[in-house]
């Protein structure tokens, strides 16, 4: 089980207070794709992920990035068991969509790029420590399957 310190919960709670799922979410999946293009191959039923303008636009790739932190939310209120909360998520991806596990590590850093970028000055480096160690646990909790 992680510890979390009574600054890490309240960081990880403000953040997901303040950002807007239905823009962070969207950006951080569409950056995901076009950074690194070969987590695309997932995604075929999708439709034009030809470039990044297609990519952006692409109403497929929006629900599905405002999806993604929707999940997060779910992680955000069960702090004290990620691992357990993402135990079907964790079997799905395995099983059944036969992610590479990697990829996960590849959205959480982008979603921590975007992140920063909206709360710009705010997100200091206790800050962004907190949330990279909220989504390694994620990250950890979405692979377990895996091992």
């Given at each position: 089980?992680?510890?979390w310190t009574d600054f890490?919960?309240?960081?990880?709670?403000?953040?997901?207070?303040?950002?807007?799922?239905?823009?962070?979410?969207?950006?951080?999946?569409?950056?995901?794709?076009?950074?690194?293009?070969w987590t695309q191959r997932?995604?075929?039923?999708?439709?034009?992920?030809?470039?990044?303008?297609?990519?952006?636009?692409?109403?497929?790739?929006?629900?599905?990035?405002?999806?993604?932190?929707?999940?997060?939310?779910?992680?955000?209120?069960?702090?004290?068991?990620?691992?357990?909360?993402y135990t079907e998520l964790?079997?799905?991806?395995?099983?059944?969509?036969?992610?590479?596990?990697?990829?996960?590590?590849?959205?959480?850093?982008?979603?921590?790029?975007?992140?920063?970028?909206?709360?710009?000055?705010?997100?200091?480096?206790?800050?962004?420590?907190?949330?990279?160690?909220?989504?390694?646990?994620?990250?950890?909790?979405?692979?377990?399957?895996?091992?």
């Open positions: 089980m992680v510890e890490e919960r309240d960081t990880i709670k403000d953040i997901f207070s303040r950002i807007k799922y239905d823009v962070v979410g969207p950006a951080a999946f569409a950056r995901c794709l076009v950074v690194y293009p997932y995604f075929g039923g999708f439709g034009n992920l030809d470039n990044a303008a297609a990519i952006k636009g692409n109403p497929m790739v929006s629900k599905h990035g405002t999806t993604i932190i929707q999940g997060l939310d779910r992680a955000v209120k069960n702090m004290d068991d990620i691992e357990n909360t964790s079997v799905l991806h395995s099983e059944k969509l036969h992610v590479d596990p990697d990829n996960f590590k590849l959205l959480a850093d982008c979603l921590t790029i975007v992140v920063a970028a909206q709360l710009g000055k705010e997100f200091t480096g206790e800050v962004q420590a907190a949330f990279q160690k909220f989504l390694a646990v994620v990250v950890s909790s979405l692979g377990r399957q895996y091992h």
